[in-house]
């Protein structure tokens, strides 16, 4: 939809569509649940509450826009319309058609539905969506005399439909694209870590940016990025657009003063903070493209390095390490010898630093051969992994 036909539209309706407070739901890696939670309070939203897979909240519109700027572990921030029991397609049809999208979808708007089921008696989530979307074109035809249309790839408003044990919860999806996508990740490595993990390891390490990180495996970079949106109190969402920029009751001015406020805070890194290596030249040159498209040109450090030769700058700080996990047959005998490597380096060259170890293979994690003081069940999509801490006396 053009700027001025949005414009036209919000215009023309006096009211904003939601409430003054609704309530949210953000999206998270399974494991980082605790972790949004505090980003949340940080964000100064209280009364956050914990579940599988994400953070229940309530908050106002500047909140809503506020948590899609700055979470960093969030992958989509959910505002509910409405909760219904549902375990038949007349009563899906009947729950949503009873929602008043004229208020949130004019017919010359185009929509989207993404639908996630679990333990319910409709178990087809084509059929759901399918369903979801006739509801809301009926309603709003039935007000209209026309129907919007149908744009899955960039609808003006995403409508996230969630089944769980035939309770039906409706919503809008504030985000628009999944958080992960920060704006800076220009090419795809072989195995880059969603940057809403990456975010999330850094926070579990409760590294601040008050002593230097070391990523001796970084890929294209994703740790060493994240720390650094961290340490630079850069807002992750800064470089991107979300979906609720497209709402007939988005207030720009609300918007401006948050970017405002996010760009006055920047702060630069000091020299040799942040250090990443890798032995793969390729994934090098990616990393430095996307930190400095991320902001940080000159600001982080890349070396091209193998493993054995990784040896930190400085007395202490925290090393990250992201290894392969073999999941093809017959890597896993060769990577044996690469994680008896890592705990020899982390013994033998990063004392009085504190090691972190992300693996989705506990199999081979065993080949580090060093106790680690603390565990973190963090998945990676469907894979399970382990943060693996070691306290490097
Ligand atoms: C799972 S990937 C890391 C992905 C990274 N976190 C990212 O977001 O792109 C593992 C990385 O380890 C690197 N690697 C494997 N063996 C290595 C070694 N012996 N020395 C240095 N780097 C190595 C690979 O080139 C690869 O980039």
Redesign the pocket.
């Known amino acids: 939809m053009s700027e001025e036909k949005h414009d036209q539209q919000r215009n023309s309706r006096p009211d904003a569509p939601l409430g003054s407070t609704s309530t949210c739901f953000a999206a998270v890696p399974r494991g980082a649940e605790e972790i949004a939670a505090a980003e949340l309070q940080a964000l100064g939203i209280s009364g956050t509450q914990v579940g599988r897979g994400g953070v229940a909240f309530v908050t106002d519109r500047a909140g809503i826009y506020r948590a899609n700027l700055w979470l960093r572990t969030a992958s989509r921030v959910l505002l509910q319309l409405a909760v219904f029991p549902c375990a038949t397609p007349a009563e899906l049809y009947g729950g949503v058609h009873a929602i008043d999208w004229t208020e949130l979808i004019t017919p010359e708007m185009t929509l989207a539905v993404d639908c996630s089921l679990r333990d319910s008696a409709l178990t087809h989530s084509g059929f759901v969506a399918l369903k979801t979307k006739d509801a809301i074109v009926d309603r709003i035809r039935e007000a209209c005399g026309s129907r919007p249309n149908v744009d899955t790839a960039s609808p003006d408003v995403r409508i996230n439909v969630h089944l769980h044990r035939n309770v039906c919860t409706v919503s809008l999806d504030s985000s628009g694209d999944p958080l992960d996508r920060r704006g800076y990740r220009l090419e795809h490595?072989e195995?880059?870590?969603r940057e809403t993990l990456?975010a999330a390891v850094v926070a579990l390490t409760g590294w601040d940016g008050s002593m230097p990180l070391a990523d001796?495996?970084?890929?294209?970079?994703?740790?060493p990025i994240e720390a650094a949106l961290v340490a630079g109190r850069v807002a992750p969402g800064l470089q991107r657009a979300f979906g609720f920029q497209r709402w007939l009751d988005f207030d720009a001015e609300i918007w401006e003063r948050l970017l405002k406020e996010a760009d006055s805070g920047i702060r630069k890194l000091p020299v040799g903070l942040i250090t990443g290596?890798?032995?793969?030249s390729r994934?090098l040159k990616l990393a430095s493209r996307n930190a400095a498209k991320a902001g940080f040109e000159g600001q982080l450090h890349f070396f091209h390095?193998?493993?054995?030769t990784f040896q930190p700058e400085g007395d202490t700080g925290v090393v990250i390490i992201?290894?392969?996990y073999g999941k093809r047959l017959g890597e896993e005998d060769e990577l044996k010898e690469?994680y008896c490597q890592i705990g020899d380096i982390m013994k033998k060259r990063c004392r009085g630093w504190t090691g972190y170890v992300l693996t989705g293979n506990l199999e081979l994690a065993k080949y580090i051969g060093l106790k680690a003081s603390r565990r973190f069940v963090l998945f990676n999509g469907a894979i399970e992994c382990r943060l693996l801490k070691y306290e490097l006396y």
Do not use: E, K, R, W
């Open positions: 490595n195995a880059p870590l990456a001796p495996m970084c890929g294209s970079g994703t740790i290596y890798d032995q793969d994934a390095a193998a493993l054995d992201n290894p392969p690469l």
